[in-house]
């Protein structure tokens, strides 16, 4: 298993100008991590975030568009991966924070996780390439080429919580920072 | 009385939306759905659940596309928390057109006798969402400068569509 925010700093170190949609945890992380008028955090309800990224990749294909999930937040919109399978978005990289909790909620454990293989549900539903990591090494000399190739792509990183950040959920839902982003993204 | 497909699709493109992010309904699949489908100035993005489609069209108004939500009532009901955060507080302009599958002819959706149709309108009201009925020839002309409002406000509007356009 891999501390997220180490995981997440291996990322930062490889993003270059991709948009990076995050959610929850993650997204709490995400923006002290890598921050950048590109990040977008304005997903406004659980579950949202990658259908907000198939938004922005369908009405940009000439962008990167990064999307990172959290494992209770994709159960909630599992459908969204046969829409974004079926509308085959070859710009998208949606990755899955995997810890099998509903960690922003209490911790509470998700149900099935014992069996659940989102790499395979993603596969099923017309990912043409899923990974799995959970070693941070392999993770480190993997991502860079992952962020290159034609998606849509499912990436499940196996993480625990690491160094604790601030929460603010206010400013991850700012529509101020959402109309930062608008002027950024459509530079 | 009788709405056209045509001129409920010529306003569509007229307002400037060029994404049709949809989940077939009854009353608008065969005659606005289907057509949409093989239009070449209209990109359909298929979706399983409604809620999807609310984040979707927020999506493609942040990366500066117009797009419009085609689905049924029930769908609508199925995405409040969506249509609640995202649209409303995220102040997007999510612009939906919605079937109101069972309405009567010539009756108000709130003296509808079916149930889920009569609660429509008073759940928009309670969002704050602005809402349109579509129903007869004359309707239609209400189309563009509702998109046009939604936008200008980053506010989402739902546009019902009362009976099936032909």
Known sequence: ?187 | MELKACDIIREIKRSGIRFVVALPDRVTSEHLLKPILQDRELKVVQVCKEDEGVSICSGLYNAGRRALLLIQYTGLLDSVNSLRGVAVEGQNPVCMMVGLLGKEPGVAPTRSKRYGVRIVEPILDAMGIEHHLIEAAEDIAKIVPAVERAYERSAPVALLIGREPR
């Open chain 1, 1 to 187: 298993m891999m501390k997220r925010d180490e995981c997440l700093k291996v990322l930062a170190r490889h993003r270059t100008d991709e948009i990076v949609v995050a959610v929850y945890m993650a997204a709490q992380e995400w923006i002290h991590i890598s921050p950048s008028d590109l990040n977008y955090t304005f997903t406004g309800a659980m579950g949202q975030g990658s259908s907000h990224a198939l938004g922005l990749a369908l009405g940009r294909p000439d962008k990167r568009i990064i999307v990172l999930d959290g494992d209770g937040s994709l159960l909630m919109n599992l459908g969204s991966l046969v829409t974004i399978g079926h509308a085959a978005p070859k710009n998208l990289i949606h990755c899955v924070c995997e810890n099998g909790t509903y960690e922003t909620n209490g911790g509470v454990p998700l149900p099935g996780i014992r069996h659940i293989s989102f790499t395979a549900i993603a596969r099923a539903a017309g990912y043409p390439k899923t990974y799995e990591f959970a070693n941070l090494e392999d993770w480190e000399r993997e991502a860079g080429r992952i962020l290159r190739e034609e998606g849509p792509i499912l990436v499940d990183l196996k993480i625990v919580p690491g160094a604790e950040y601030p929460e603010d959920f206010r400013r991850l839902y700012s529509v101020e920072h959402r109309e930062v982003f608008r002027k950024a993204f459509q530079k």
